[in-house]
Nanobody
Framework: HVQLVESGGESVQAGGSLTLSCGVS????????MAWFRQVPGKEREGVAR???????SYADSVKGRFTISHDNVKNTVYLEMTNLTPEDTAMYYC??????????????????WGQGTQVTVS
């Protein structure tokens, strides 16, 4: 049974930092591309960061240099470290998994497993 459970979302001040966690069960990081997406009401879901089965990462331009994605094979957890947060980062953040070693094509349809989301609010 594949399951992704996000946690760590909260309200923070602009300029602050936050780390989101995604507990993973039922899949192996060696076979899956993992990603974080975010969505605000009325807008499409936006890819924020990706990490493939080889550990290579990629980021949306809007978060490059501020966000870091990583995963811990022992804890079966994917992390999103967010720094220098701005109100534009306010969104529901989702963890997602794609059954591919490489995160390509970089499209939301690549991912077939999603978490329930965790809310990040920056004011």
């Amino acid at each position: 049974h594949v399951q992704l459970v996000e946690s760590g979302g909260e309200s923070v001040q602009a300029g602050g930092s936050l780390t989101l966690s995604c507990g993973v069960s039922g899949i192996s990081f060696s076979d899956y591309c993992m990603a974080w997406f975010r969505q605000v009401p009325g807008k499409e879901r936006e890819g924020v960061a990706r990490i493939d089965s080889y550990g290579s990462t990629s980021y949306a331009d809007s978060v490059k240099g501020r966000f870091t994605i990583s995963h811990d094979n022992v804890k079966n957890t994917v992390y999103l470290e967010m720094t220098n947060l701005t109100p534009e980062d306010t969104a529901m953040y989702y963890c997602a998994a794609a059954p591919k070693k490489k995160c390509y094509p970089p499209h939301v349809r690549l991912y077939n497993v999603w978490g329930q989301g965790t809310q990040v609010t920056v004011s």
